[in-house]
Nanobody, 121 residues
């Protein structure tokens, strides 16, 4: 099993910054891709950013130049630095981790519980 604990959400004014963190724990052999997704009220969950084990990143067009995803492999943690936040960034943000679990090296795609980010205008 994989446990994901997210932190860092909250309320911020437009133009402000927040940093999200998601720490993975459990019977993890290795972690491949890590990422952040978000879901606004009445909308489908959408990709925000992903990062591979080698450090390659991918961003949604709507956040390019404002958000930065990073990871600390030793801490099994993925971060999302969000700058120049806009009201349309308001959503529940979920982390996603894909990796191989002990003891049978089963691949599992896991989701965090979500953290609310609210940007006021």
């Amino acid at each position: 099993q994989v446990q994901l604990v997210e932190s860092g959400g909250g309320l911020v004014q437009a133009g402000g910054s927040l940093r999200l963190a998601c720490a993975a724990s459990g019977s993890i052999f290795s972690i491949n891709a890590m990422g952040w997704y978000r879901q606004a009220p009445g909308k489908q969950r959408e990709l925000v950013a992903t990062i591979t084990s080698g450090g390659s990143t991918n961003y949604a067009d709507s956040v390019k130049g404002r958000f930065t995803i990073s990871r600390d492999n030793a801490k099994k943690t993925v971060y999302l630095q969000m700058n120049s936040l806009k009201p349309e960034d308001t959503a529940v943000y979920y982390c996603n981790v894909g990796g191989f679990l002990l003891p049978e090296l089963t691949y599992r795609d896991s989701w965090g519980q979500g953290t609310q980010v609210t940007v006021s205008s």
